[in-house]
Structure formats: C-alpha cells, structure tokens
T-cell receptor, first 117, second 115 residues
Framework: AQTVTQSQPEMSVQEAETVTLSCTYD???????LFWYKQPPSRQMILVIR??????QNATENRFSVNFQKAAKSFSLKISDSQLGDTAMYFC??????????????FGKGTKLSVKP | NAGVMQNPRHLVRRRGQEARLRCSPM?????VYWYRQLPEEGLKFMVY????????ESGMPKERFSAEFPKEGPSILRIQQVVRGDSAAYFC?????????????FGNGTRLTVT
C-alpha cells in the first residue's frame, strides 16, 4: 500500500521569503503522479503543481517549484516570494496509474503554512 | 463555466438520521470522485463513479454508505443512520475523462455534523 508522509504539521514564513514543505512517500509502483494541493480557509482544494514520476525534470508553476527525488521518494514544494494569500493547508498527494487511467489520490496529513507580514 | 458544485455547504443531522450529499460535476465531466476529510487529516478516497457505474468503491465503508451518479442529475453520497464518527467534510471532485491527463477539479465540500 502507498503512504504519504508530511513531517511538518505547521510552518511559518515571512512575506517575500522562501519556504520549503517536505513530503515523502512509499510505493513499489513505477508509474505514478505526485501533487501538491492547497486548501485555504474557504476549504476548496486547489491544485498547485503536479509531477509525473517518469519525468526527471522538476515541475514549476510560477513561484511554486518541486524538488523530486525519485530514488529517495521525496517530493518537496518550494514557495518563492511568499505572499499573504499563500496562507493555507498544503497537502502532498500520490496517485498511481492504471494503464493510462487515474486511480485515487492518497493524501498526506497536511502542513499548515502561515505567511506573516 | 461553473466549477464543481456541492450542496449543502453545511449539514447537521442527529444520530440515526440519513444524510444526502449532492455533487454536480463541472459541465461535460462524466467522472466523479468522493473523498472524506476528518478533522486534522488529509482527504481519504471513498468512491469513483462514472455515469451510472461505480468504478472503484474500495474506500467506502461496508455499511450505511452508498453512492450513485445517475444518467441525469447530480451524484449523491448517502449515509444512513449517521453516527458521530461520520462528522467530517465530504469533498467531490470531477474530471473530464478518467485519464491521467485529465486533472481533478474539487468542490468546496459539505461539512457534516452529527449531533
């Protein structure tokens, strides 16, 4: 069975600075996807970034980037130039692939990020 | 283009009552997923449906819980004889196809409180 571990329950960062959120996972699958989701107080789950395991290049989306270490089964999220609107719960998630079809997402317990002015 | 719509946003039920949670997927989406989020936890997969079919229900409790996605109308997650442990936020997500290139879009969730 796959597991996703986020070892930092809470983190804080000053506005405009950089913060890194950690995530490790355990799987014996070779084809899978990794995600970071953001959940602000509104409760909506918002996709931040996605990484295909077969791609060596780390995914980036504007101020968000990942450090994907497949051998170490590590998938950290770096937020640059942090903004007040980045304050939210951040969830790391894993999804294995079933011959091109997506399976279900397995989430970590989340990291609560507070951006301070 | 409306996103995934879930209603009600909040639902309060007494122990033993039934709870019905509704999810209207994004327009054109025929794949629906239900997740449950307990307090201080991440989301846990419950069930995956495609119009009129249950594709994967490996995360559904064996008793009291059922889900459907009829040809017409929203997907319904039904919880019979609710207990306090059912109190959680229930999220629905939809995707255009079931492929890995079709991202999930989540609704805002329904918070169920059982008193």
């Amino acid at each position: 069975a796959q597991t996703v571990t986020q070892s930092q329950p809470e983190m804080s960062v000053q506005e405009a600075e950089t913060v890194t959120l950690s995530c490790t996972y355990d799987t014996s699958e070779s084809n899978y996807y990794l995600f970071w989701y953001k959940q602000p107080p509104s409760r909506q789950m918002i996709l931040v970034i996605r990484q295909e395991a077969y791609k060596q290049q780390n995914a980036t989306e504007n101020r968000f980037s990942v450090n994907f270490q497949k051998a170490a089964k590590s998938f950290s999220l770096k937020i640059s130039d942090s903004q007040l609107g980045d304050t939210a719960m951040y969830f790391c998630a894993f999804m294995k692939e079933y011959g091109g079809s997506q399976g279900n997402l397995i989430f970590g317990k989340g990291t609560k990020l507070s951006v301070k002015p | 283009n409306a996103g995934v719509m879930q209603n009600p946003r909040h639902l309060v039920r007494r122990r033993g009552q039934e709870a019905r949670l509704r999810c209207s997927p994004m327009k054109g989406h025929s794949h629906v997923y239900w997740y449950r989020q307990l307090p201080e936890e991440g989301l846990k997969f419950m069930v995956y449906l495609q119009k009129e079919n249950i594709i994967d229900e490996s995360g559904m409790p064996k008793e009291r819980f059922s889900a459907e996605f009829p040809k017409e109308g929203p997907s319904i997650l039904r919880i019979q004889q609710v207990v306090r442990g059912d109190s959680a936020a229930y999220f629905c997500a939809s995707s255009l196809t079931g492929s890995t290139n079709s991202p999930l879009h989540f609704g805002n969730g329904t918070r169920l409180t059982v008193t």
